[in-house]
């Protein structure tokens, strides 16, 4: 389960994503204005970053991730 991709083309670079996570799995880099997924095996997919993205460019599955998450 999990964020399956964040669009940077349609991310605006609001931050709405890393305010609204109620586990913490973005950041935000503040020098480039973008967020990145952090602990995405703390992911639930509760879903709210997907519903609270005023560009819609958050993709959340239900499946369960297999990916590792990268430090970058």
Do not use: H
Not at 48 to 67: F, G, W
């Amino acid at each position: 389960m999990g964020v399956r991709d964040i669009d940077l083309s349609k991310c605006n670079g609001c931050g709405i994503c890393e305010d609204i996570c109620p586990l913490d799995v973005f950041r935000f880099d503040k020098e480039k204005k973008i967020p990145y997924i952090k602990y995405l095996s703390d992911c639930m997919a509760c879903f709210l970053c997907e519903l609270e993205c005023p560009q819609k460019a958050i993709y959340v599955t239900p499946d369960r991730e297999r990916r590792i998450p990268l430090p970058w």
